[in-house]
Each structure stands twice: as C-alpha cells, then as structure tokens.
C-alpha cells in the first residue's frame, strides 16, 4: 500500500492546493519519511543457481527494478542497525542469507563523497594555526 503524506506548498496561506508525496519507512531506524530521501533497496538472487540459498540485496537508484524493495537512509548507521536486526530479509521476504555488502558499498561511497565535501567546504574557512603565530 502505498502511503502519502500531506506537504503544505509554500502557497500555503493563499489556500492552493496541497502536494503529495510517497512516505516510505527506513528499515534501520524506523523513521517515517519522504521517499525521496531514501534508497530503494531489492533483493536478486544469488549467481550460484537453484542450490543457492543466498539472496543479494542491490541498490535501486532509478526505483525501477521489479520486485519488492525496502528503504533506507544513505546513512551507515541506519544500514548497520537493520543488518543487525536482520531487517533487510523480513522487508523484502528473502530466505536463506542475505548479501548486503553491494549496499554497503554504495552507502559508504555516498558517505564518503558528503565527507570530503564538506571538507572541501570547511578548507575555505580553516586557517592552520601556525599561520596565525606570531614570529619572535
């Protein structure tokens, strides 16, 4: 079922009209927000054929890919907590092992990127401490 929520536009106090947006819940941490700002995630199954129990969890980036999918903040928190509470296989009805390490790798890779940006953003404003001594 799909859930929408209510977002006021910011025409609010002229009265137009209200925009919906999908609500999707992180499999991590529970929280309930809008999907845009979560990762789709879905199960394929092992390589290994029909003896393999092992399904791979895979990002969906386009939210395209058949099947059922769960989601999850692009944060290494979230994905460490629903790695441990097995969450990835309930949410998407996987038997046997599940493989996230493509997921993790994807959410690393953006948490990385947002790291050395803002970095980057932090370099511009940083002055090293021996430019600012004195010298006797």
Excluded: Y
């Excluded at 953003?121 to 600012?132: F, I, L, S, T």
Aim: glycine residues 8%; proline residues 3%; contains cysteine.
């Amino acid at each position: 079922m799909v859930r929408n929520e209510l977002h006021a536009s910011s025409h609010e106090s002229t009265g137009s009209a209200t925009v919906r947006r999908p609500v999707r819940t992180c499999v991590g941490c529970k929280e309930r927000v809008s999907a845009a700002d979560l990762l789709r995630v879905v199960v394929r199954r092992s390589e290994g054929g029909a003896e393999s129990s092992e399904s791979v969890i895979v990002p969906d980036t386009d939210r395209r890919l058949p099947g059922r999918g769960a989601w999850l903040h692009l944060d290494v928190k979230c994905l460490d907590n629903a790695e441990r509470r097995r969450a990835f296989g309930r949410a998407l009805r996987a038997h046997g092992t599940v493989d996230t390490s493509a997921v993790a790798t994807f959410v690393e890779g953006v948490a990385s990127e947002e790291r050395s940006q803002e970095h980057e953003d932090q370099g511009d404003r940083a002055v090293p401490v021996e430019k600012n001594r004195q010298q006797h």
